[in-house]
């Protein structure tokens, strides 16, 4: 399998590796993904991810290495008609041109997205992720139809119990940059979220009968 698009060199690996992928509590201020490599090492982060309004406002995501130096940012292309996303190198620049771009193929469920890599003045590369990312369970492949990367669920060493979908498994293929594909995880991340808040919820109406129903109410006198 030829070598792919790449992000951080240092994260393109010479053997099969598995990351342990941890997201943080939406109800921290911290919310995000620490990324830990097979030793237990902080390799990749996001700080600042979730319900802030800085995050609201710019609606960009920001991978970060160990040492908190930024790698790529992510972000949705709000003009598009489709669900698409862009990447950028590093922190991106109002003059910036994204580095690659993500579309959805279909809207709830399990679902295809296609990515395209824009490398000038090289041919442009393409890669295809399937699966269900809610059930943590994706498959990424090349424009041959190489297995490049997966995200499954973690099962733990000692115990062999399946861990809960907070703590997943990021496997990267020899040649496939891990950093690429944790940029990857946090758009299909996104789109899950979105597909979340759009399911219908019906909440009866409150009337007056019932906001007062079966709680006694006092009279007031003037004493």
């Known amino acids: 399998m ?8 240092g994260f393109v690996f010479q053997e099969e590796t598995h990351l342990t992928v941890l997201k943080t509590s939406l109800f921290f201020a911290d919310d995000g993904f620490t990324v830990y490599d097979c030793k237990g090492d ?14 609201l406002d710019s609606g960009e995501i920001v991978l970060m290495d160990g040492n908190g130096r930024c790698l790529l940012t992510v972000r949705r292309k709000m003009t598009s008609l489709h669900q698409r996303w862009e990447g950028f190198i590093g922190e991106r620049d109002s003059h910036q041109k994204p580095i690659f771009s993500v579309r959805r193929s279909s809207m709830i469920g399990r679902s295809t997205l296609s990515v395209e890599v824009f490398r000038d003045p090289e041919p442009r590369e393409e890669y295809q992720i399937e699966g269900n990312f809610s059930q943590r369970c994706c498959t990424i492949f090349n424009a041959e139809m190489e297995l490049v ?7 733990d060493a000692s115990t062999h119990v ?4 907070d703590a997943f498994s990021l496997c990267i293929k020899p040649g496939f940059d891990g950093a690429f594909a944790m940029g990857l995880v946090l758009i ?3 789109i899950n979220c979105d597909d979340y808040v759009t399911q219908v919820v019906l909440v ?18 003037d004493d």
Not at 2 to 9: D, I, N, P, Q, S
Not at 42 to 55: F, H, M, Q, T
Not at 162 to 165: R, T
Request: proline residues 9%; aromatic residues 4%; hydrophobic residues 35%.
């Open 162 to 165: 399946v861990l809960g979908k």
């Open 42 to 55: 902080l390799v990749l982060r996001v700080d600042s991810y979730g319900p802030g309004p800085e995050a």
């Open 2 to 9: 030829k070598e792919g698009f790449v992000v951080e060199a």
């Open 188 to 190: 299909l991340d996104q």
């Open 149 to 155: 990367g997966e995200i499954r669920r973690k099962v």
């Open 204 to 221: 009866e109406p409150v009337t007056d009968d019932s906001v007062t129903q079966g709680v006694p109410v006092e009279p007031v006198t």
